[in-house]
T-cell receptor
Framework: DQQVKQNSPSLSVQEGRISILNCDYT??????FLWYKKYPAEGPTFLISISSIKDKNEDGRFTVFLNKSAKHLSLHIVPSQPGDSAVYFCAASPSLTQGGSEKLVFGKGTKLTVNP | KAGVTQTPRYLIKTRGQQVTLSCSPI?????VSWYQQTPGQGLQFLFE???????NKGNFPGRFSGRQFSNSRSEMNVSTLELGDSALYLC?????????????FGEGSWLTVV
């Protein structure tokens, strides 16, 4: 049972345009969400996070939106750059409701390609 | 500030052997967790330690074990290795272990079982 789903295995975008990566979750106990960027043979790099008390969080070119009623979050990258090409993972945690556990449940990832 | 450090980066083992992987968290971080990444299963949670105590464990057989030392450094051990244990093993740390923290990952240890 996949609790965090990234339904698009890949996404291709032109440089300068917006990239939108989507993530759905099923477990209503999840209350903290993170996005990571990963290159092959490297560890995931943290990008941005959002807690369930917010519906939007921005950090530079990255914005994450959370729709709790739909159990859906999205990562927007504007403008997209060729260096953004990587696999993006959505992760969720029930941390705030489970006494501080740092367990993350990951989606399968979306491979983003930004074309020059 | 140094990041999460994992050793060794690459290793090859034979079926039936055991392996120990090490992780040094970011200075001041007290929570350490481990993940396995394989092409088929993606990133899966193995276990999490806080103040030398295992707080949470993923759905892995008992051959997978770990521990945390008083300086927050952690090790994980896989005994009686199987071909399917070939994977990237990632260690992650976070500051207070209270939940809602950013979790930072190391570069990983690539294990190949032959």
């Amino acid at each position: 049972d996949q609790q965090v789903k990234q339904n698009s295995p890949s996404l291709s975008v032109q440089e300068g345009r917006i990239s939108i990566l989507n993530c759905d979750y099923t477990n209503s106990m999840f209350d903290y969400f993170l996005w990571y960027k990963k290159y092959p043979a490297e560890g995931p790099t943290f990008l941005i996070s959002i807690s369930s008390i917010k519906d939007k969080n921005e950090d530079g070119r990255f914005t994450v939106f959370l729709n709790k009623s739909a159990k859906h979050l999205s990562l927007h990258i504007v403008p997209s750059q060729p260096g953004d090409s990587a696999v993006y993972f959505c992760a969720a945690s029930p941390s705030l409701t489970q006494g501080g556990s740092e367990k993350l449940v990951f989606g399968k990832g979306t491979k983003l390609t930004v074309n020059p | 500030k140094a990041g999460v450090t994992q050793t060794p980066r690459y290793l090859i083992k034979t079926r039936g052997q055991q392996v120990t992987l090490s992780c040094s968290p970011i200075s001041g971080h007290r929570s350490v967790s481990w993940y396995q990444q394989t092409p088929g299963q993606g990133l899966q949670f193995l276990f999490e330690y806080f103040s030398e105590t295992q707080r949470n464990k993923g759905n892995f057989p008992g051959r997978f074990s770990g521990r945390q030392f008083s300086n927050s450094r952690s090790e994980m051990n896989v005994s009686t290795l199987e071909l399917g244990d070939s994977a990237l093993y990632l260690c992650a740390s976070s500051p207070r272990g209270q939940g809602g923290n950013t979790i930072y990952f190391g570069e990983g240890s690539w294990l190949t079982v032959v």
